[in-house]
Nanobody, 125 residues
Framework: QVQLVESGGGLVQAGGSLRLSCAGS????????MGWFRQAPGKERDFVAV????????NYADSVKGRFTISRDNTKNTVYLQMNSLKPEDTAVYYC??????????????????WGQGTQVTVSS
């Protein structure tokens, strides 16, 4: 079992920044592929970013590439999402997710076995 707890969401003006954190427990954190997803009201849960167990490989959705950065600190069992140049369309509940199978960095939510409870990010125009 893996427990994930997100933090760092909030209200920010367009152009601002936020850093989300996701703390993991219950399993060796460094053995997990970690992803960030988001879900706006009435929409499906969308891929945002993913990072390999070592942090050496990362992928991003086109909509956030160049603005968001995913990183991890395995000594702190934490993955981060630094979000810069935020836009109103980034408003959503952001979820972190963990995958125990290594080797790929999937974008499909169904590929992840464990999820946090989510943190709200609201970007005002």
């Amino acid at each position: 079992q893996v427990q994930l707890v997100e933090s760092g969401g909030g209200l920010v003006q367009a152009g601002g920044s936020l850093r989300l954190s996701c703390a993991g427990s219950g399993r060796t954190f460094s053995s997990l592929v970690m992803g960030w997803f988001r879900q706006a009201p009435g929409k499906e849960r969308d891929f945002v970013a993913v990072i390999s167990w070592s942090g050496s490989s990362r992928n991003y959705a086109d909509s956030v590439k160049g603005r968001f950065t995913i990183s991890r600190d395995n000594t702190k069992n934490t993955v981060y999402l630094q979000m810069n140049s935020l836009k109103p369309e980034d408003t959503a509940v952001y979820y972190c997710a963990a995958r125990t199978l290594l080797g790929t960095l999937p974008r499909a939510p169904a590929a992840y076995e464990y999820w946090g409870q989510g943190t709200q990010v609201t970007v005002s125009s």
